[in-house]
Protein backbone atom coordinates (compact mmCIF):
# COMPACT_ATOMS: atom_id res chain seq x y z
CA UNK A 1 0.00 0.00 0.00
CA UNK A 2 1.27 3.68 -0.79
CA UNK A 3 3.23 5.17 2.59
CA UNK A 4 4.12 8.62 2.86
CA UNK A 5 6.46 10.31 5.59
CA UNK A 6 7.14 13.39 6.12
CA UNK A 7 9.85 14.83 8.24
CA UNK A 8 11.95 18.10 8.43
CA UNK A 9 9.26 20.39 10.26
CA UNK A 10 9.88 22.01 13.95
CA UNK A 11 10.28 25.68 15.47
CA UNK A 12 12.37 28.62 13.69
CA UNK A 13 12.07 32.07 14.10
CA UNK A 14 10.63 34.45 11.81
CA UNK A 15 12.82 34.95 8.51
CA UNK A 16 14.33 31.89 9.31
CA UNK A 17 14.61 28.40 6.82
CA UNK A 18 13.06 24.83 6.96
CA UNK A 19 13.50 21.91 4.92
CA UNK A 20 10.51 19.60 4.90
CA UNK A 21 11.11 16.01 3.61
CA UNK A 22 8.37 13.18 1.81
CA UNK A 23 9.38 10.05 1.18
CA UNK A 24 6.54 7.91 -0.62
CA UNK A 25 6.66 4.06 -1.14
CA UNK A 26 4.32 1.24 -2.94
CA UNK A 27 3.59 3.69 -5.80
CA UNK A 28 3.74 2.09 -8.95
CA UNK A 29 2.79 5.71 -11.16
CA UNK A 30 6.03 6.97 -12.23
CA UNK A 31 6.64 10.54 -11.61
CA UNK A 32 3.08 11.13 -9.76
CA UNK A 33 1.62 14.41 -9.23
CA UNK A 34 2.86 15.31 -5.63
CA UNK A 35 2.46 18.51 -3.87
CA UNK A 36 2.79 20.14 -0.27
CA UNK A 37 -0.57 21.53 1.59
CA UNK A 38 -0.95 22.82 4.52
CA UNK A 39 -3.37 23.13 7.67
CA UNK A 40 -4.58 25.88 10.05
CA UNK A 41 -6.26 24.97 13.02
CA UNK A 42 -9.85 24.69 12.40
CA UNK A 43 -9.64 25.59 8.70
CA UNK A 44 -9.74 23.20 5.91
CA UNK A 45 -6.36 21.60 4.66
CA UNK A 46 -4.78 24.70 1.55
CA UNK A 47 -2.30 24.11 -1.54
CA UNK A 48 1.34 24.87 -0.99
CA UNK A 49 3.09 23.67 -4.01
CA UNK A 50 2.70 20.92 -6.51
CA UNK A 51 4.69 19.50 -8.91
CA UNK A 52 3.58 17.32 -11.82
CA UNK A 53 5.33 14.27 -14.10
CA UNK A 54 6.84 17.33 -16.45
CA UNK A 55 8.39 18.78 -13.03
CA UNK A 56 6.47 21.75 -13.85
CA UNK A 57 5.99 23.85 -10.19
CA UNK A 58 2.73 25.48 -9.00
CA UNK A 59 2.54 27.46 -5.81
CA UNK A 60 0.47 29.24 -3.57
CA UNK A 61 0.84 33.12 -4.04
CA UNK A 62 1.41 33.22 0.16
CA UNK A 63 4.63 31.50 -0.47
CA UNK A 64 5.86 31.68 -4.32
CA UNK A 65 9.22 33.62 -3.48
CA UNK A 66 9.70 31.97 -0.44
CA UNK A 67 9.05 28.47 -0.74
CA UNK A 68 10.96 26.25 -3.16
CA UNK A 69 9.23 22.46 -4.00
CA UNK A 70 11.75 20.16 -5.50
CA UNK A 71 11.47 16.25 -6.13
CA UNK A 72 14.48 13.73 -5.54
CA UNK A 73 16.62 11.47 -7.87
CA UNK A 74 13.79 8.76 -7.89
CA UNK A 75 11.16 11.10 -7.96
CA UNK A 76 9.27 9.32 -5.02
CA UNK A 77 10.97 12.00 -2.94
CA UNK A 78 10.13 15.04 -2.39
CA UNK A 79 11.41 18.54 -0.75
CA UNK A 80 9.73 21.60 0.32
CA UNK A 81 12.69 24.47 1.03
CA UNK A 82 10.69 27.25 3.10
CA UNK A 83 12.92 30.48 3.53
CA UNK A 84 11.63 33.93 4.98
CA UNK A 85 9.26 32.35 6.94
CA UNK A 86 6.48 33.60 8.90
CA UNK A 87 4.54 33.60 12.00
CA UNK A 88 1.48 33.50 9.23
CA UNK A 89 3.08 30.17 8.13
CA UNK A 90 2.77 28.58 11.14
CA UNK A 91 0.92 25.28 10.09
CA UNK A 92 0.94 21.32 9.89
CA UNK A 93 2.36 20.48 6.97
CA UNK A 94 1.28 17.38 4.72
CA UNK A 95 3.06 15.82 1.37
CA UNK A 96 0.11 14.33 -1.05
CA UNK A 97 0.44 12.62 -3.58
CA UNK A 98 -2.07 12.04 -6.74
CA UNK A 99 -2.44 8.28 -8.60
CA UNK A 100 -4.70 9.69 -11.37
CA UNK A 101 -3.45 11.81 -14.53
CA UNK A 102 -3.24 15.15 -14.43
CA UNK A 103 -2.07 17.58 -11.75
CA UNK A 104 -4.53 19.85 -9.86
CA UNK A 105 -3.83 21.41 -6.81
CA UNK A 106 -7.16 21.24 -4.71
CA UNK A 107 -6.61 18.73 -1.83
CA UNK A 108 -9.79 16.92 -2.42
CA UNK A 109 -7.68 15.66 -5.70
CA UNK A 110 -5.23 13.90 -3.90
CA UNK A 111 -5.46 10.81 -2.37
CA UNK A 112 -2.44 9.67 -0.46
CA UNK A 113 -1.14 11.91 2.71
CA UNK A 114 1.32 11.54 4.83
CA UNK A 115 0.86 12.28 8.52
CA UNK A 116 1.64 15.95 8.73
CA UNK A 117 5.17 17.55 9.72
CA UNK A 118 4.02 20.74 12.26
CA UNK A 119 5.68 23.73 11.27
CA UNK A 120 6.04 26.34 14.31
CA UNK A 121 6.98 30.40 13.38
CA UNK A 122 7.86 32.44 16.32
Known amino acids: HVQLVESGGGSVQAEGSLRLSCVAS????????MGWFRQFPGQEREVVAT???????RYSPSVEGRYTITRGKDNYELFLQMNSLKPGDAAMYYC?????????????????WGQGTQVTVS
Open 96 to 112: GVRLNSGCPTRPRDFSE
Open 26 to 33: GISHRDPC
Open 51 to 57: MDDYGRT
